[in-house]
């Protein structure tokens, strides 16, 4: 099992930057790829980033694309996800995921452990 946990979500204003970071414990020697995905309020839980167990893949949901770096630190069992160039739209609780087994994906069904998740709200 891997427990995950967010932090680095908060306010802040359009064009702003935020790092969120997930913490993971547990079994970190599977070599799991690790997601982020987003819900706002009264939509459906979306793709944000993903990253392969040693960096050789990485993906980007298509409004994040250029303004979002994904990242990932094995020696320290902690994932990032870098956000730069904020807007309004982004404002959602964002989680991260850990998918263990089949092909890197981006969609939520195959991940198999979820982090409670951290807010990030930005301001017009």
């Known amino acids: 099992q891997i427990h995950l946990v967010e932090s680095g979500g908060g306010l802040v204003q359009a064009g702003g930057s935020l790092r969120l970071s997930c913490a993971a414990s547990?079994?970190?020697?599977?070599?799991?790829?690790m997601g982020w995905f987003r819900q706002a309020p009264g939509k459906e839980r979306a793709f944000v980033a993903l990253?392969?167990?040693?960096?050789?893949?990485?993906f980007y949901g298509d409004s994040v694309k250029g303004r979002f770096t994904i990242s990932r630190d094995n020696a320290k069992n902690t994932g990032y996800l870098q956000m730069n160039s904020l807007k309004p739209e982004d404002t959602a609780v964002y989680y991260c995921?850990?998918?263990?087994?089949?092909?890197?994906?981006?969609?939520?069904?195959?991940?198999?452990?979820w982090g409670q998740g951290t807010q990030v709200s930005v301001s017009s």
């Open positions: 995921a850990a998918q263990v087994r089949g092909a890197p994906a981006r969609d939520s069904g195959p991940y198999d452990y």
């Open positions: 547990g079994r970190t020697d599977s070599r799991y790829t």
């Open positions: 990253i392969t167990w040693n960096g050789g893949a990485i």
